[in-house]
T-cell receptor, first 113, second 116 residues
Framework: AQSVAQPEDQVNVAEGNPLTVKCTYS??????LFWYVQYPNRGLQFLLK??????LVKGSYGFEAEFNKSQTSFHLKKPSALVSDSALYFC???????????FGAGTRLTVKP | DTGVSQDPRHKITKRGQNVTFRCDPI?????LYWYRQTLGQGPEFLTY????????KSRLLSDRFSAERPKGSFSTLEIQRTEQGDSAMYLC??????????????FGPGTRLTVT
């Protein structure tokens, strides 16, 4: 069965600095990979996905993620963090053979002014 | 607002009571998913429908949990004989199945269940 690990519970960055939120995955076949963001009292919002093609995927709000097959990673990145990016970020993986999407435990990003 | 909606947003019930939650997906979406999220964890997949057919239900947590989508539009999740361990946020999501592709899931705001 597929699984996701987000090794950092918390990431703190200063506004204007680059940010990285880490994600590694495990699947038996080709992975479908996703990043979602959760703001307080709001539902999960889709940021970006990797299905196939270019390893660098661009998504909403200036976020991007790099798929690295050899390292089984899909780290989320942004060149310049904003205070408004502070939220809970979830990585998720789906095996191409089923519809069971597995989420990581989440990483809380705090961007300080 | 044409997003996924869930009702109620909050439910407090006593142990042993039955509860039912409703989810209204985005209107053109043919797939609907239910998840459970506990504090400090990511969403945990429970079940999903394509139109009115429930295609995966082996991940439902116990036989006290059941879900329906009778007309392929809204869905209900019922928990019978609730236990304190059922306290969690129950999330609904919908997506559009597209040929050759993978539609991302759009989530509702969730129903927070507290079992006392």
């Amino acid at each position: 069965a597929q699984s996701v690990a987000q090794p950092e519970d918390q990431v703190n960055v200063a506004e204007g600095n680059p940010l990285t939120v880490k994600c590694t995955y495990s699947v038996s076949g080709n992975p479908y990979l996703f990043w979602y963001v959760q703001y307080p009292n709001r539902g999960l919002q889709f940021l970006l996905k990797y299905i196939t093609g270019d390893n660098l995927v661009k998504g909403s709000y200036g976020f991007e993620a790099e798929f690295n097959k050899s390292q089984t990673s899909f780290h989320l990145k942004k060149p310049s963090a904003l205070v408004s990016d502070s939220a809970l970020y979830f990585c998720a993986v789906r095996d191409m053979n089923n519809n069971d999407m597995r989420f990581g435990a989440g990483t809380r990003l705090t961007v300080k002014p | 607002d044409t997003g996924v909606s869930q009702d109620p947003r909050h439910k407090i019930t006593k142990r042993g009571q039955n509860v039912t939650f409703r989810c209204d997906p985005i209107s053109e979406h043919n797939r609907l998913y239910w998840y459970r999220q506990t504090l400090g964890q990511g969403p945990e997949f429970l079940t999903y429908f394509q139109n009115e057919a429930q295609l995966e239900k082996s991940r439902l947590l116990s036989d006290r949990f059941s879900a329906e989508r009778p007309k392929g539009s809204f869905s209900t999740l019922e928990i019978q004989r609730t236990e304190q361990g059922d306290s969690a946020m129950y999330l609904c999501a919908s997506s559009l199945r597209v040929s050759g592709g993978l539609g991302e899931q759009y989530f509702g705001p969730g129903t927070r269940l507290t079992v006392t």
